[in-house]
Structure formats: structure tokens, C-alpha cells
């Protein structure tokens, strides 16, 4: 996959793509995320990229000039290595919030554009002419969509095929593929400041181990994010939910009544 990010500020970047697994995704040529400065698009000798907003407001918003010369140019590039299907992505607090499901469907692109708004905002007129989605990372506002970008850039690329070594990895974990957070982990030493391993967990007994790690997931997302179980749990979901809260089968009838 390639990753083109047009931003104002390219050197905050380094601290997310150079390290770590992302830096060995794109050693192994697994991802290739690409910087480019929307300021060496600009019109003017002084690089201007932003400008006061029509109708009067506070703060500068940026002009479509330089964001959309950049777009064309990154997908130009794009195409001309192969990649001939890009999608283009604003980084935006009005976007749709970036959910797991999503960044699969994003980690099956070949190309994606990521635009990073900052100051005021950035020209409608943007949006309008080339811009396929806005995505949001929370109802919050930051000062610019650089980091956003790099939450997304870090979510889709280890969905990618062999960047995290094992397809298992992504598996089970929260949100993988429904909306029931993970099990708890545990790994040596097997007690720790009197607080020890469940024996379940060392007894080898696979299916009883699956049942435990399933009945704990669902007790997690009962306990810390309830509203993400909005359906009737199975007969098997609720024997495996009794054993994660002590053999009680009534755990799951009494969170539900705000327990």
C-alpha cells in the first residue's frame, strides 16, 4: 500500500513512521508512506498557503490552490508506479469517526491521499473537487489533521498483509470482527505481587481456555463499553459469561438493568 500525506508540517511524521513496525513494513516493502509539504505548492515566492476567510472570523484558512495542486500531483506519481485507484481522505472533525471496521475496508486500497487540515480549516471548494471521504478520530478538536493521520496511517497499516507477522494477531482483538472488546493477557512470571494467573490459562485444555477468553471479553465490554452489546447473547455466550464472573448467570441480566 502507499500512503501519501500532504501536511504542513512533514518532520512530526518521523516519530510514528520511522520506528517500530511501521518502519519495518516499509523496510520489507509491505507500506510506503510518502511526505509532501503542500507549502511547495504554493503561488508565491513567500509560500503563502492560507488566507483570511470570506465573509469575516476568526483564524486563516487554507487556500485550495496549493492543497489541490498537491493532490493532483501525489496521484499523478501514483499512477504513473501502478497505482491506478486512489482514494482520497480529509482528516476532519465532521468526517465519519474511524471505526476498525472501516480501516479494514481502507487496508484493501492500494492508494491513499491523506489530507491535513490546519489553522481555521481548509477552502470548501476542496472537499468538493477532490476530496472521496472525510474521516473523523473522535468528537474532539485538534490543531491540525496531522495527528489524526497518523492514528490512521498506524491502524490500517497493520491490517496489512505480513506486517505484523501472523494473521492471528489481528484476530481476536477488540473490534476485529464484532464490537466485543479483547480478553484479558497474561505471560510470565505466573504470580506477580500475589495476584497469579488463572489456572485455566495453564492447563493446556484449549476449549476451556477459548470459552474463559470469550466469557471475559464479553464480561470487559459489559463492564467498560455496554453499549457496543446491543443484541441477545447466545446460550453459549452467556455459559462462557457466567464462568468469567464466577459461575453467576445472572451477571449479564443485572448489567443490563445498570448493575
Known amino acids: ?7 504542513l508540517f512533514p518532520e512530526m511524521f518521523a516519530a510514528v513512521t520511522d520506528m517500530s513496525i511501521l518502519k519495518r513494513a516499509q523496510s520489507q516493502g509491505l507500506l510506503d508512506v510518502r511526505l509532501t509539504d503542500i507549502r511547495a505548492f504554493a503561488l508565491d515566492k513567500h509560500r503563502v498557503v492560507d488566507d483570511y476567510p470570506f465573509g469575516g472570523g476568526a483564524g486563516m484558512v487554507l487556500k485550495p490552490e496549493p492543497v489541490i495542486a498537491a493532490v493532483e500531483a501525489v496521484v499523478e506519481q501514483a499512477r504513473a508506479a501502478g497505482h491506478l485507484e486512489s482514494r482520497v481522505i480529509l482528516l476532519s472533525p ?3 469517526v474511524l471505526t476498525q471496521a472501516r480501516a479494514t475496508e481502507l487496508s484493501k486500497r492500494e492508494h491513499l491521499v491523506l489530507i491535513c487540515g490546519h489553522y481555521e480549516g481548509i477552502d470548501h ?10 474521516i473523523s478520530v473522535g468528537d474532539y478538536v485538534l490543531t491540525g489533521g496531522e495527528l489524526p493521520a497518523m492514528l490512521l496511517i498506524d491502524c490500517v497499516a ?15 482483538e477488540s473490534f476485529a470482527s464484532e464490537s466485543v472488546l479483547e480478553y484479558p493477557h497474561y505471560t510470565r512470571p505466573r504470580e506477580f505481587r500475589g495476584v497469579s494467573v488463572p489456572e485455566v490459562l495453564l492447563s493446556g485444555n484449549h476449549k476451556e481456555i477459548s470459552r474463559w477468553r470469550r466469557g471475559h471479553a464479553l464480561r470487559r465490554t459489559l463492564e467498560k463499553r455496554p453499549e457496543l ?7 453459549y455466550d452467556r455459559e462462557c459469561l457466567a464462568i468469567a464472573n464466577g459461575d453467576s448467570p445472572d451477571f449479564y441480566s443485572l448489567r443490563k438493568e445498570g448493575f
Open 1 to 7: 500500500m502507499r500512503v501519501d500525506v500532504l501536511t
Open 94 to 96: 465532521q468526517g465519519q
Open 125 to 134: 471548494r476542496v472537499t468538493q473537487l477532490a476530496v472521496h471521504e472525510e
Open 158 to 172: 497493520r491490517l496489512l498483509p505480513g506486517v505484523l507477522g501472523s494473521p492471528e494477531s489481528t484476530a481476536e
Open 229 to 235: 452489546l446491543q443484541r441477545e447473547l447466545s446460550k
